[in-house]
């Protein structure tokens, strides 16, 4: 009896480690890919307010030649220190809490693979609930890159990550810190939906051809990446337009934003960096994937052998646990 309460209580330990490093190893993963393709982001955001100044007139080439030529090579890592607040908190949220709700769910259900609807919604749902508390970075990080675009006496000229908090908080009160909220929210559950739902379905269904090689992975993580560049840069396009606003009511709010760019920019104006977007997200979601799974993957089968080990030596019969479920 005794020995089977210990074996819970480790089975306990480990399984709790496991849920921990589901948000750990997400974060690390989406900071690595964020950071290799984050002169790609800066491209594309500099392109989406360069389109809206310019009544959808505008082209990825001219803009990538002049930050290039005028402001150098680092201006395309500006606002990155902001910008890694995003997938080190929102990304590892996302990710983290759809692996939990994943676990839950096939715990609760007896199963080991789960249906596309069920992937769907729990994909929504964590993207959501992941987005709420890291808007705020977002909408500091869109300053950043839209003060290069206004002339120079309109510039905020923020200092960093902390003194555009406390200006932002100071000169347009708390709330501002939250606009673009609804797009914000928007996007991250149609990324976790784009990402992680068909990345998933794919490999499930590419196993009985390929098997789990490194070319089902692959083919995986460009069809993930592909998709969810599509369905999202629309709302994207509106969340950055909302939250480059300082004082002036450009915008109503979300809606008057649809119409006003459908009216100066037509349908186009929604997909307004369409190529600096797929460049950077494709390659941004398949090295987020593709790392996390290799961290899982490790991570969780030393879980095991060290459960393994623990098992052996306390003389405990062989453990029940499995890193996966």
């Known amino acids: 009896m005794a020995d089977k309460r210990e074996e819970r209580k480790e089975e306990h330990k480990i399984s709790l480690k496991r849920e921990v490093s589901h948000f750990v190893l997400s974060g690390i993963s989406a900071a690595l890919a964020y950071t290799i393709v984050y002169p790609l982001e800066t491209l594309k955001t500099r392109t989406q307010v360069h389109s809206e100044a310019h009544g959808g007139k505008v082209s990825s080439r001219q803009i990538f030649k002049t930050m290039a030529k005028t402001e150098g090579v680092r201006s395309f890592y500006r606002g990155l220190n902001a910008a890694l607040f995003h997938p080190l908190v929102c990304t590892s949220s996302r990710l983290g809490l759809f692996f939990l ?29 992941g987005e709420v508390l890291v808007v705020p970075f977002d909408v500091i990080y869109v300053r950043f890159q839209a003060d290069y675009e206004l002339p120079k006496h309109l510039r905020s000229g923020y200092k960093g990550v902390f003194n555009a908090f406390k200006r932002i908080v100071a000169e347009e009160g708390p709330l501002s810190l939250w606009k673009g909220t609804v797009p914000s929210i928007l996007k991250c559950m149609l990324i976790n939906f784009g990402m992680l739902t068909p990345y998933y379905e794919c490999k499930e269904r590419l196993n009985k051809y390929l098997g789990m090689t490194k070319a089902n992975y692959l ?107």
């Open 101 to 129: 709700f994943e676990d839950l769910k096939k715990r609760k259900n007896g199963k080991k693979v789960l249906s596309f609807l069920e992937k769907s919604y729990l994909s929504l749902a964590a993207g959501g609930l």
């Open 219 to 325: 083919i995986s993580a460009a069809i993930a990446g592909l998709g969810a560049s599509i369905i999202t840069l629309p709302v994207d396009n509106i969340k950055v337009k909302l939250q480059k606003m300082r004082n002036t009511k450009e915008y109503r709010g979300m809606l008057d934003c649809i119409i006003k760019t459908y009216r100066n920019e037509g349908m186009k104006g929604f997909w307004s960096g369409l190529l600096p977007f797929y460049a950077f997200f494709a390659p941004n979601i398949m090295l987020t994937l593709l790392f996390n799974d290799f961290f899982r993957i490790s991570t969780h089968l030393s879980l095991s052998l060290i459960h393994i080990c623990r098992c052996r030596r306390s003389t405990l019969c062989r453990s029940r646990w499995s890193p996966y479920h």
